[in-house]
C-alpha cells in the first residue's frame, strides 16, 4: 500500500506563497495521475489541481493562475506552488491518486491558513 506524507503548509498573509509537497512511497507512482485536494472547514474534499504522468495539468478555475503543480517521479513527490493566497484558500491539502483504481488511504495532509 502507498503511503502518502504531505508537508509545507502554515499560517501566511493574504498574498504570500506557500510550497507543498507530497511524498509517495511506491513504485508506481510514476505512471499515475496524482491530484491536489483540499478541504475547508465544514466543506467537502474538492480536488484543486492535478497532473498525469504525462505533465498535463488541470486546475479547479478557483485556483488558475495562481497555483502551479509539478512532480518528480524519480523522488515520488508531487509539489503544488500556491502564489497570491486568498483567505479562502485555507484547508487542509491532501494529494492522492486520480487514476483507476482510485485513490490510495489517504494521508494525514497539511493545513494551510491564510489570515492577516
Known amino acids: 500500500q502507498v503511503q502518502l506524507v504531505e508537508s509545507g503548509g502554515g499560517l501566511v498573509q493574504p498574498g504570500g506563497s506557500l510550497r507543498l509537497s507530497c511524498a509517495a512511497s511506491?513504485?508506481?507512482?510514476?505512471?499515475?495521475?496524482m491530484g491536489w485536494y483540499r478541504q475547508a472547514p465544514g466543506k467537502q474534499r474538492e480536488l484543486v489541481a492535478q497532473?498525469?504522468?504525462?505533465?498535463?495539468?488541470i486546475y479547479a478555475d478557483s485556483v488558475k493562475g495562481r497555483f502551479t503543480i509539478s512532480r518528480d517521479n524519480a523522488k515520488n513527490m508531487v509539489y503544488l506552488q500556491m502564489n497570491s493566497l486568498k483567505p479562502e484558500d485555507t484547508a487542509v491539502y491532501y494529494c492522492?491518486?486520480?487514476?483507476?483504481?482510485?485513490?490510495?488511504?489517504w494521508g494525514q495532509g497539511t493545513p494551510v491558513t491564510v489570515s492577516s
Open positions: 497532473i498525469t504522468s504525462g505533465w498535463m495539468r
Open positions: 511506491g513504485s508506481i507512482f510514476s505512471i499515475s495521475t
Open positions: 492522492n491518486r486520480l487514476s483507476p483504481p482510485g485513490p490510495w488511504t
